[in-house]
């Protein structure tokens, strides 16, 4: 079975409700994993907006977090990412940062990484850091997304 990442709350490719918005409650919606490798060493999850790359000229981080457990199955609402490191989003604050589309609906990603190892990055590092440290780590990854509109 592939490394699989979805969430009770909305189905992939639909909607993400307004409460796990950034003008909102701004808390993670509530995940659940399935499917992880026997070999995985530590799970690693990024939230970002590919469509912010016109209005923002990047695309946006809103969540970084690394040495999660590999045995979670579920990640539940406003995670305080107990055992894990949560990084800084590009709101330069650390934690969750929940949709806030400037101009129209975006799409947002939650990407799951499965690896071989355990990152020692340093606390609060960015996406870009996280990304650069997985290269070569990653066994297994699922994309789970979801719309948000101003």
Same mark, same amino acid.
């Given at each position: 079975?592939?490394?699989?990442?979805?969430?009770?709350?909305?189905?992939? #490719?639909?909607?993400?409700?307004?409460?796990?918005?950034?003008?909102?409650?701004?808390?993670?919606?509530?995940?659940? $994993?399935?499917?992880?490798?026997?070999?995985?060493?530590?799970?690693?999850?990024?939230?970002?907006?590919? @469509?912010?790359?016109?209005?923002?000229?990047?695309?946006?981080?809103?969540?970084?977090?690394?040495?999660?457990?590999?045995?979670?199955?579920? $990640?539940?609402?406003?995670?305080?990412?107990?055992?894990?490191?949560?990084?800084?989003? @590009?709101?330069?604050?650390?934690?969750? #940062? #929940?949709?806030?589309?400037?101009?129209?609906?975006?799409?947002?990603?939650?990407?799951?990484?499965?690896?071989?190892?355990?990152?020692?990055?340093?606390?609060?590092?960015?996406?870009?850091?996280?990304?650069?440290?997985?290269? #070569?780590?990653?066994?297994?990854?699922?994309?789970?997304?979801?719309?948000?509109?101003?």
């Amino acid at each position: 079975m592939a490394l699989q990442l979805n969430s009770p709350v909305f189905a992939d #490719g639909e909607s993400i409700p307004d409460r796990y918005g950034y003008t909102e409650a701004n808390v993670n919606p509530p995940l659940e $994993i399935d499917g992880v490798p026997g070999e995985t060493v530590s799970l690693a999850l990024v939230m970002d907006d590919p @469509d912010a790359v016109e209005p923002a000229g990047k695309v946006w981080g809103h969540w970084v977090v690394w040495n999660i457990d590999p045995e979670t199955e579920q $990640i539940p609402e406003d995670w305080d990412a107990a055992g894990a490191h949560e990084g800084t989003t @590009d709101y330069g604050e650390p934690g969750y #940062g #929940g949709p806030n589309p400037p101009d129209r609906e975006h799409i947002y990603r939650f990407r799951l990484f499965a690896l071989d190892s355990d990152l020692a990055l340093d606390p609060g590092a960015e996406k870009e850091t996280l990304e650069a440290e997985i290269e #070569g780590h990653v066994l297994d990854q699922a994309t789970l997304t979801g719309t948000y509109a101003p």
